[in-house]
């Protein structure tokens, strides 16, 4: 017999700093507290995946597993983990955590999944997300425009957005100045991709005060959690090989 809200997702958010996890039910709704660890230094495929499985032991019950990954995967494949271990290239991290996990896997960029779990499905949407790093999804009426990686494009003074936003340049620049910087990035941002709604998530997201535009809305880090279910919606981003 099915049990109440079943299927029961085991939903993972892999961060440059922290990795978290929560139990949801078959319409989204949390089950569990959110648990949280630190990401291994050096965060290789086994150390994360260790990881993973000491959260996994402590949110049992679920019947699969979705991913949020920090960098490019295509068709499931690691091609980019910029905050990661290199040793994640090439990598098949589904596969890893079927191995690991007994269950079913579905996993995707982190902002990908982020997005899934906030887009409203009309016209253009782009979210941002600012943490460690900085990742982004694109949404054309609901569907995901992949691979994306607007982090890594050009900024200012030679440096792209992740250069000049990330945690590490917060930091060391102060909050407002990075405010100041963060305001000029969205005014761009807007002008490029003409969304009806910019969403700026991610871990440092809590720190803006900057006054933002109408379109522009700050969401909860919870989102790259609450994702995890409408991945199930989607088509598998990561066949199995």
């Known amino acids: 017999m099915a049990r109440a809200g079943s299927p029961i997702t085991l939903s993972i958010d892999i961060g440059g700093t922290g990795i ?3 139990l949801l039910d078959r319409r989204g709704r949390s089950i569990s507290e959110r648990q949280r660890e630190k990401t291994p230094r050096p965060a290789t495929p086994r150390r994360v995946v260790d990881v993973i499985e000491i959260l996994a032991q402590r949110l049992t019950g679920f019947d699969r597993v979705s991913v949020g990954f920090p960098g490019v995967l295509i068709e499931g494949v690691v091609r980019t983990a910029a905050n990661l271990h290199p040793a994640w290239i090439g990598q098949h991290p589904a596969e ?7 269950k079913p896997v579905r996993i995707a960029n982190d902002a990908d999944m982020q997005g899934l779990g906030i887009v409203e499905g009309r016209g253009v949407e782009l979210l941002v997300t600012m ?17 994306l990686e ?6 200012r003074r030679g440096q792209t957005y992740e250069q000049q936003l990330g945690d590490k340049i917060m ?3 102060g909050r407002r100045r990075w405010n100041r910087r963060v305001s000029r990035a969205v005014e761009l941002w807007l002008q490029t991709f003409n969304c009806r709604r910019l969403y700026l998530g991610g871990g440092n997201a809590r720190l803006l ?3 933002l535009p109408a379109e522009v809305k700050v969401t909860s ?15 598998d981003p990561a066949p199995r090989r």
């Open 20 to 22: 978290k996890a929560m």
């Open 96 to 102: 890893l955590l079927r191995k690991s996990l007994k």
């Open 131 to 147: 943490g460690t790093g900085i990742g982004s999804a694109l949404f054309l009426d609901g569907r995901l425009i992949p691979n």
């Open 150 to 155: 607007l982090g890594h494009h050009p900024f």
């Open 171 to 173: 930091k060391r620049i």
């Open 209 to 211: 005060y900057a006054r």
């Open 221 to 235: 880090n919870l989102a790259g959690l609450l994702g995890g279910i409408r991945l199930w919606n989607e088509p």
